[in-house]
């Protein structure tokens, strides 16, 4: 089972314009990771949150996490073409596994 | 340095053969993971290994097996394929556990089932 979900499943956006997606999950956590994927290869790893933080950046990433609302939503500002890629949000509980959620599909239009 | 290697990258079994995958970390990895990417069951977690012991398996039959070496190189195993098998199946190291600063990724084997 999965224990994050991310919303919307698809988006699409202009170049330069922000991307937002949000992802929510059921139990307490130790951390919050976001990944991307092209094309079906590896996933690539963004940004780790932890649950005592609040907001995080890198680059043109912020990521923030509500652990009261079970929430966390990812900003990619100033979106580039490279930026096309499925984005998962995956959730870390100190048991050496990541349960990922079904991920947002980013089509970033030239 | 050099990433997470996995190989080989594309593979094709017919149903009933066993397949084994193999996954190189990044030196110095001692934690390795696997998981299984299928578009209908998305990111699955298979096991992660951390020197040479399972720590922890996920929700998948016993013909879905793993191991680690003492050099931190992990195969797994999967016996008796079926054509839900089929799948991108995807190796990650980390450094510290578990996965405190998150995971690296190897570039995955696609796994066809025929």
């Known amino acids: 089972s999965q224990q994050g979900e991310e919303d919307p499943q698809a988006l699409s956006i202009q170049e330069g314009e922000n991307a937002t997606m949000n992802c929510s999950y059921k139990t307490s956590i130790n951390n919050l990771q976001w990944y991307r994927q092209n094309s079906g290869r590896g996933l690539v790893h963004l940004i780790l949150i932890r649950s005592n933080e609040r907001e995080k950046h890198s680059g043109r990433l912020r990521v923030t996490l509500d652990t009261s609302k079970k929430s966390s939503s990812l900003l990619i500002t100033a979106s580039r073409a490279a930026d096309t890629a499925s984005y998962f949000c995956a959730t870390g509980v100190n048991d050496y596994k990541l349960s990922f959620g079904a991920g947002t599909t980013v089509t970033v239009r030239a | 340095k050099a990433g997470v290697t996995q190989t080989p990258r594309y593979l094709i079994k017919t149903r009933g053969q066993q397949v084994t995958l193999s996954c190189s970390p990044i030196?110095?990895?001692?934690?390795v993971s696997w998981y299984q990417q299928t578009p209908g069951q998305g990111l699955q977690f298979l096991f992660e290994y951390f020197s040479e012991t399972q720590r922890n398996k996920g929700n998948f039959p016993g013909r879905f097996s793993g191991r680690q070496f003492s050099n931190s190189r992990s195969e797994m195993n999967v016996s008796t394929l079926e054509l839900g098998d089929s799948a991108l199946y995807l190796c990650?190291?980390?450094?510290?556990?578990?996965?405190?600063?998150?995971?690296?990724f190897g570039s995955g084997t696609r796994l066809t089932v025929v």
């Open positions: 990650a190291s980390s450094s510290k556990s578990p996965g405190g600063d998150g995971y690296t």
């Open positions: 030196s110095g990895h001692r934690s």
